[in-house]
C-alpha cells in the first residue's frame, strides 16, 4: 500500500449532475475536514474507451433526439437490474482498475453518485472482496432499478418514499437516511431578488432564465424562445446554453430580430446560482441536481419538455406538491410565463412550496458522515 486515501468519490459522465453530487460533497469535505486527502473519479475512464465513448453518445443523441427510446431503456434496465446476466456485465466493466485503486491507496471510505459503480462494489463485497464503507447517493426523486443495491453501508435518498421502497427491496432502513440530494452552498444562500439583481448589474426588471442542459440535451429552446420574444408581456431573457456552442449561436441570431424584450445568451457559467437567484422565473430541465438547486434557491420552477424516464419523474414528483408547473410545448410555455409574470401570489405560494421541498444542507450531511466514519476507522486503526 502506497499511500492512504481518506475519501473516494466514484462519478460517471452520464449527464453532468452526477459530477456535481460529487463536487458538493467534495466542497463539504473540504470544509469540515480541512486537509483530507480527496479523489474523485469518473468511473467512464475505467472502462474501455470505445465502451464508454459509445454509451455517452448513445445517451446524449437518445435524450435528445429520441427521448422516446430513451423512455424505453430506461424503463427496460430498471427491469433487468440485478439480475444475474446484467449484474454480471456490470460487475464486469471496470472491476479490474478498481480493485486495483482499492488495494493501492485504500480509501476509508467510498462515496458513489452514479449506481454503475455503486453496483460494481456492491457485487465485489457479495464476492467476498475486501471493500472500506461504501456510501451510495441517490441523484433523483424517483427510484431506477440500478440504485437498488443491497451490499452498501449507507444511503442517502431525496426522499421518504424513496427511503420505504429501497427498505421494500429488503435494506435496512437503518442504513438509509431522507438527506435530499446534494447541492453546492452556493445554492443554500437566498437573498432577495432585486439585490441579487444588482450584485450582477442587471436591470431591475422581470426576469426569466432558460437553463439548457450543461449536455445541450434539452431540446426544443430555439422554438420556445421564439414563441417567448412573441409575448406582449415585458421581460428580460437569459439563455444559458453550457456547452452547446450550436445553440448560443442560433440564439444570438434572435437578438437582433427583437427590440422589445432585451435576451442575453450565455455559454457554460460558474455562478450559475447568482443568476438563478436574480431570476424571477426558472425555465429548465427536470434532472435531479438542477431541480434541487432551484428548489433549494425558492425560485419560481417551470419545467419545460422534460424527457420521459427520471425527468418526467422528477417533474411529476415535484408538481404533485405544487411547487413547480410543466409545460410541453412552447405555446403552453410562453402561456404559463405570462401568466406567473402577472401574477405575485401565484410565484409567491409556488416559490414558497419549493422551499418546503428543498433540503439544500444534503451534501453537509453526507460529507460530516464521512469524516465520522474515516474518523472511526483512524481510531480501529491506532488501536
Keep these: ?7 473516494l468519490l466514484l462519478s460517471a459522465g452520464y449527464g453532468e449532475g452526477h ?12 470544509r469540515i475536514w480541512p486537509g483530507c486527502q480527496i479523489t474523485m473519479m469518473d468511473y467512464l475512464e475505467y472502462i474501455p474507451d470505445f465502451i464508454g465513448q459509445a454509451t455517452v453518445g448513445l445517451y446524449k443523441a437518445m435524450s435528445k433526439h429520441s427521448p422516446w427510446m430513451y423512455a424505453g431503456v430506461y424503463h427496460l434496465t430498471s427491469q433487468i437490474a440485478g439480475m444475474w446476466g446484467w449484474s454480471h456485465i456490470e460487475y464486469s466493466l471496470g472491476r479490474r482498475h478498481l480493485r486495483h485503486l482499492i ?19 456492491s457485487t465485489m463485497r457479495r464476492q467476498n472482496e475486501k471493500v472500506p464503507p461504501v456510501f451510495g447517493v441517490v441523484t433523483d426523486y424517483v427510484l431506477h432499478g440500478e440504485w437498488i443495491q443491497s451490499d452498501l453501508d449507507r444511503y442517502y435518498v431525496p426522499t421518504r418514499r424513496m427511503q420505504q421502497q429501497l427498505s421494500e427491496h429488503g435494506i435496512d432502513s437503518k442504513r438509509i437516511i431522507v438527506s435530499g440530494i446534494p447541492v453546492r452552498e452556493a445554492f443554500s444562500e437566498t437573498i432577495d431578488t432585486h ?36 409575448s406582449r408581456e ?9 456547452r452547446d456552442t450550436t445553440l448560443a449561436e442560433k440564439l444570438r441570431q434572435l437578438i437582433a430580430k427583437d427590440t422589445f424584450h432585451p435576451i442575453e445568451v450565455l455559454g457554460y457559467v460558474h455562478n450559475i446560482a447568482d443568476y438563478m437567484r436574480a431570476s424571477d422565473i426558472i425555465v429548465t430541465k427536470a434532472g435531479g441536481i438542477t431541480l434541487s438547486e432551484a428548489l ?18 422528477n417533474s411529476r414528483w415535484a408538481a404533485q406538491r405544487g411547487a413547480v408547473v410543466i409545460a410541453k410545448t412552447p405555446e403552453t410555455l410562453c ?7 402577472a401574477n405575485d401570489a401565484l410565484r409567491i405560494t409556488l416559490s414558497t412550496r419549493a422551499g418546503h421541498l428543498a433540503k439544500p444542507h444534503a451534501a453537509r450531511r453526507i460529507a460530516s458522515d464521512a469524516c465520522e466514519a474515516a474518523g472511526k476507522i483512524n481510531r480501529m486503526t491506532r488501536n
Excluded at 500500500?1 to 475519501?7: I, T, W
Excluded at 437553463?211 to 422554438?223: D, P, Q
Design 335 to 341: 402561456e404559463q410565463i405570462e401568466t406567473l409574470l
Design 296 to 313: 433549494s434557491l425558492q425560485r419560481t420552477i417551470v419545467i419545460y419538455r422534460p424527457i420521459p424516464g427520471q425527468e418526467s419523474g
Design 234 to 242: 415585458y421581460f428580460r431573457l437569459v439563455v444559458i446554453c453550457g
Design 195 to 230: 439585490a441579487a439583481r444588482a450584485a450582477l448589474n442587471w436591470p431591475d426588471v422581470p426576469t426569466v432564465l432558460f437553463l439548457s442542459s450543461a449536455l445541450g440535451t434539452l431540446g426544443g429552446v430555439v422554438e420556445a424562445c421564439q414563441e417567448l420574444l412573441l
Design 19 to 30: 459530477h456535481q453530487a460529487a463536487r458538493a460533497i467534495q466542497e463539504n469535505l473540504q
Design 103 to 121: 488495494q493501492t491507496v485504500y480509501p476509508k471510505v467510498i462515496i458513489c453518485t452514479h449506481p454503475l459503480p455503486m453496483a460494481v462494489l
Design 1 to 7: 500500500m502506497e499511500q492512504q486515501l481518506d475519501v
